[in-house]
């Protein structure tokens, strides 16, 4: 019997070690650090930048840089205009670009400052095929600041454009590529490259510091005005807090609140102009909750809208993850 | 048809014994089939047990004669008293196979009208198969896909597993998911042999008999003697298998009980991995087979259960505040309850009568696992229960006329099924089928055999006649043919009768009025055998025709409102063509085979293949030994085919696809030590490491896409040890 030994060892073998694996406990990361982040818009907030709170990466460039926005995604064609421009857009009743010539009779209109794709200027611009003159802003020389274009094309792919400056004739023909792993792609009109700059891929930002317009419905007639502050990647969302302390906020204790993906949910008011002191001061008791694309919760609140130098537009904040 | 037997003779026998063994190896030969002749009781027989032995009470000479798969034929006489030892000589044609499916008796394979093919003990060790799907994934005329969920699913000549009859010694076994029987949960642990017969046989057995039938014959309890095995099987992937089984006669009571646990840790396994393309899943089967010896009457009694669980794990998902993941589990039982009774009278005539219970259920148990707490909560409207009990009375009367020119059979078929499950439209239905049938086996000329048979049945869904008509002619002694038309069936199933199912999504009823799909086939095989010196050949050519109409498919009735239901609105049709040819040569043995496929689908009036899709396939076989140390090696090739089939996408909607060729290559080396107590059987499988193939869709924009089919785990190498812990 000595030489079965081996084949009944084996099969108590087999027997032993063939079991379902079992799952190993997930050890959860602990709440990260206080962190402080300062932005450099610059003095004249010429600047806006895109900030990422995971890796605290940041990406720059001027606010100017474009005149159209359009939906990335491949069922998007909602356009925006630059509010921080002061751009303005009007609908013509042409359907050819000889027949605009000038601005008379034009009707402008802005967007929403919440960006609300039913609330843009432009409008549902696929249920007609007229021409739209875009007043780039009162920045620009007259010679490039007014120009008439019509979207005639859209695909999953990107958007066709025919435009003209207002006193050209001759129609330029232009593709806008959609990227889909980007919210927005950008367009400017006097540049030689369709596109002036792309914005991070939507999981590598949260949140874009730049000037926008804002429109004060409380005054009569409405203020549009300029202003400077935030505005959200639109797959993140936010909850606005005043009631709880800064320190005290948990992961537990803001699945409460009610969080919203307006994209200027954040918006400029967390700073005020002091007239008495003739200079900015932040509201730090306003806690933003940010919930961000890869579901990670964050809380912060602004310190700062100084430097070191003592300029203005360089808001900093605190931020940590819960 | 009886498949084992006892003996039994009076008070004043002597006894004695016969020694089977292999001319070649001189191994004993188990599970012989010995026939004698006394003039107290007929015709008698019995199977050799373990040591290849069996012993006899006799009270005068007699004549038997001895049949195996591979060997030769042996006749010879024993005497009161006497102990032999007698060698078979193997042989290339398996003329000495003794096969019962769809027979009247037991038959001589070479005999046989019907065109059945054997796979018999030896070929499922020697290919080391744990379940059925192993066996027939070489086989030509199958073609086996895999879910990861529903198992494994076999294809006979281009007409799919919902097609196919699947019996256990002769009754149905139910439990199908699918429209298909799930080969992997049929363990080959205590089966003798597995009979195929190509094309319909629903004249015999009935519903879903239309592409042909896989009768699993179980072993026997033995007529003398005990013995006991282990049996040990490991694999590279993470299969940990282990079986035993034992058998004996115990003062005139004979058992055989086997069981064992299969269990795969899943693929890929790793610590990182926790979703698993192929899924964990452990078996546990068994069986219990008794065998009284009475006098003049063949009693048989055998109960099985098997119980299967699959883990379907799913990816984690991992945040800062809490990790989670959605798990679905899987069990399926099977229980099987079955008795076998059967008489020979005078006059060659033969009653039988077979009886059996199957219950089936399949449970889903959905969680949502906590990864940090691994605690598990279940998701609310995901689990399922669904269960089929299955009961089956089957009588035949069979018998010889006109100096045994003329052999008849008579038969009652009755078969009802229950089901239960939450999906189903009252969650309780039934149905049930009572059938009469009767063929007829007329010699016309030592050289002509014809075979006609007829079904009349009574049920719900509209089949009541189905006729057959088989032939066989001998044009030499060394040039066969086999002819057969017929019609089969397949009948409606519970679930596309009765099913109720709405999600927000979508939503699908059964269909009560369904008729039974119908099929007509038509088929011809020819076989040839040669002997060329020491060198003996044989070929075989087939081809055949498959047409089946009122194809039950799910169909969109309501599109604002997304509803679907089952209608009779598909047709299939298959034209195969077979070569296959076989070589010996002492001990080197030679197989190739070639089939061409021709498949032409239609789900309905718009949506169907272009005409005929060719679908060629090919197998090789070598096999090579040195007899003098118990060693063989065994060389397995096969090239699957491009196949058409319609999927449906994520939206609903049905499309075409093609699933390209892959090919499979193994290699097996066996020995045997201890004086044949010890096998070993070692090898890599999927040599060519086949894990996927592009799925190419047709060329719609949608689904222009290719998704890859999973068809194996890959290259593996495995061992295989059998132990006869018992006897000699």
């Given amino acids: ?122 409008g549902a611009w696929p249920t007609h095929n007229f021409f739209y003159v875009l007043d780039r802003g009162p920045a620009f020389a007259d010679s490039i600041r007014f120009y008439k274009f019509q979207l005639t094309g859209l695909s999953a792919m990107g958007y066709l454009l025919t435009l003209a400056a207002l006193k050209d004739t001759l129609p330029i023909n232009v593709v806008v590529q959609k990227l889909i792993d980007r919210q927005y792609m950008y367009f400017a009109f006097n540049k030689s490259a369709p596109f002036p700059f792309q914005e991070p891929p939507t999981d590598n930002w949260d949140l874009l510091f730049t000037r926008y317009r804002h429109i004060f419905t409380d005054q009569q007639p409405p203020l549009p005005y300029v202003v400077t502050g935030v505005l959200i990647n639109p797959q993140v969302a936010v909850a606005v807090d005043s009631t709880m302390d800064f320190d005290s906020i948990t992961y537990a204790t803001v699945q409460q609140l009610e969080f919203t993906s307006r994209r200027n949910v954040i918006g400029y008011a967390w700073k005020y102009y002091d007239f008495s002191a003739q200079a900015f001061v932040v509201r730090p008791y306003i806690n933003y909750i940010i919930r961000d694309t890869k579901g990670i919760y964050w809380k912060l609140r602004f310190i700062d809208f100084y430097n070191s130098n003592g300029q203005k537009g360089y808001p900093t904040f605190a931020y940590q993850q819960l | 048809m009886a498949w084992w037997a006892v003996s039994v003779e009076g008070l004043c026998a002597q006894s004695a014994t016969l020694y089977v063994r292999s001319a070649q190896t001189d191994a004993p030969i188990v599970n012989a089939l010995v026939v004698w002749h006394t003039d107290r009781q007929g015709m008698q ?31 010879d006489s024993l005497a009161p008293g006497q102990h032999r030892i007698i060698r078979l000589q193997p042989i290339a044609v398996d003329l000495g196979e003794v096969v019962v499916t769809g027979q009247h008796r037991l038959t001589l394979l070479a005999g046989s009208v019907l065109p059945v093919r054997v796979l018999n003990r030896d070929e499922i060790e020697q290919r080391q198969a744990q379940d059925l799907s192993d066996v027939v994934a070489y086989e ?48 080959l642990n205590d089966v003798e042999r597995i009979e195929i017969i190509e094309g319909p046989l629903s004249v015999l057995y009935g519903t879903d008999a239309l592409g042909g039938v896989i009768n699993i014959i179980t072993q026997h309890p033995p007529d003398s003697g005990r013995s006991a095995n282990l049996q040990l099987y490991t694999e590279t992937v993470g299969t940990y298998n282990i079986a035993a089984s034992g058998q004996g006669q115990f003062g005139g009571h004979a058992f055989l009980i086997s069981g064992g646990r299969n269990f795969f840790s899943g693929f890929p396994d790793s610590d990182q991995q926790r979703h698993q393309l192929w899924k964990p899943e452990l078996q546990y089967f068994g069986s219990v087979a008794y065998q009284p010896q009475l006098p003049n009457w063949t009693v048989g009694l055998r109960s099985g259960f098997f119980y299967e669980e699959i883990r379907n794990k799913g990816e984690p998902v991992i945040t800062p505040y809490q990790a989670y993941a959605f798990d679905d589990f899987y069990y399926v039982r099977r229980l099987s309850q079955t008795a076998q009774v059967s008489r020979t009278f005078s006059g060659q005539r033969n009653w039988e009568l077979q009886a059996g219970y199957n219950f089936y259920s399949r449970k889903k148990a959905a969680y949502r696992k906590d990864l940090v707490t691994l605690t598990q909560q279940e998701r609310e409207g995901e689990a399922q229960l669904n269960t089929l009990g299955e009961w089956s009375v089957r009588s035949t009367l069979s018998g010889m006329l006109w100096q045994q020119q003329l052999s008849w059979q008579a038969g009652i078929d009755l078969n009802g099924q229950q089901a239960t499950g939450d999906r189903l439209l009252g969650d309780r239905k039934q149905q049930s089928d009572l059938a009469v049938f009767g063929t007829l086996e007329y010699q016309a000329t030592p050289s002509l055999s014809l075979r006609p048979g007829l079904r009349l049945a009574h049920n719900a869904y509209g089949v009541p006649l189905t006729p057959a008509l088989n032939l066989r002619y001998d044009f030499s002694e060394h040039i066969h043919l086999r002819a057969g038309l017929a019609r089969g069936f397949r009948a409606p199933s519970l679930k596309e009768r009765y099913l109720n199912f709405y999600d927000s999504n979508h939503s699908i009823y059964g269909n009560p009025e369904l008729k039974a799909e119908q099929s007509f086939s038509a088929n011809m095989f020819w076989l040839f055998e040669y002997v060329m010196g020491a060198v003996q050949l044989n070929s075989e050519v087939a081809v055949a025709y498959n047409d089946i109409s009122n194809q039950i498919n799910l169909s969109l009735v309501n599109a604002l409102e997304q509803e679907y239901t089952y209608i009779n609105v598909g047709q299939y049709r298959t034209r195969t063509a077979t070569v296959q040819t076989e070589a010996h040569w002492n001990s080197l043995r030679l197989q190739a085979g070639f089939m061409l496929q021709a498949i032409s689908h239609s789900l309905n009036d718009t949506l169907a293949t272009d005409g005929y899709v060719i679908a060629p396939e090919y197998r090789f076989q070598i096999m090579a030994g040195q007899p003098d140390r118990n060693l063989r090696v065994a060389l397995l090739f096969r090239r699957t085919a491009p196949m058409p089939a319609f999927s449906t996408d994520a939206a609903g909607v049905v499309y075409e696809k093609i699933a390209p060729a892959y090919n499979l290559l193994d290699v097996t080396l066996s020995r045997s030590l201890w004086q044949q107590r010890l096998s070993l059987h070692a090898g890599i499988n999927n040599i060519l490491n086949v894990k996927d193939v592009p799925n190419l869709s047709s060329s719609t924009a949608i689904h222009s896409s290719q998704d890859a089919i999973p068809v194996a785990v890959g290259r593996y190498a495995f061992l295989g040890i059998k132990l006869n812990v018992i006897g000699p």
């Fill in chain 2, 140 to 187: 030509l005329w199958a073609r086996m896909s895999r879910d990861e969920v529903l198992g494994s699913n076999a294809s006979i000549n281009g007409i799919s597993g919902q097609n196919i009859k699947v019996l256990l010694n002769g009754l149905p076994v139910t439990g199908r998911e699918n429209g298909h029987i799930d080969l992997g949960q049929i363990t």
């Fill in chain 2, 45 to 75: 027989q019995a199977w050799t047990a373990a040591n290849g032995s069996i012993q006899f009470s006799l009270h005068q000479p007699v004549r038997f004669q001895v049949f195996h798969s591979g060997y030769q034929m042996h006749s």
């Fill in chain 1, 1 to 122: 019997m000595r030489g079965l030994s081996l084949p009944m060892a084996f099969g108590l073998l087999l027997s032993l070690s063939s079991c379902f694996r079992e799952d190993v406990p997930v050890v959860l990361p602990p709440p990260g650090g206080l962190q402080y982040l300062q932005v450099p818009q610059g003095p004249d907030y010429s600047r806006q930048y895109y900030v990422d709170l995971e890796t605290a990466d940041t990406l720059g460039m001027p606010v100017s840089v474009w005149d159209l926005c359009f939906e990335a995604q491949p069922d998007g064609w909602h356009v925006w205009i630059n509010g921080a421009n002061q751009a303005r857009v009007a609908q013509t009743t042409a359907t050819s670009l000889a027949a605009i010539t000038d601005t008379a009779g034009l009707v402008w209109k802005m967007d929403a400052p919440s960006w609300n794709p039913d609330s843009t200027a432009i």
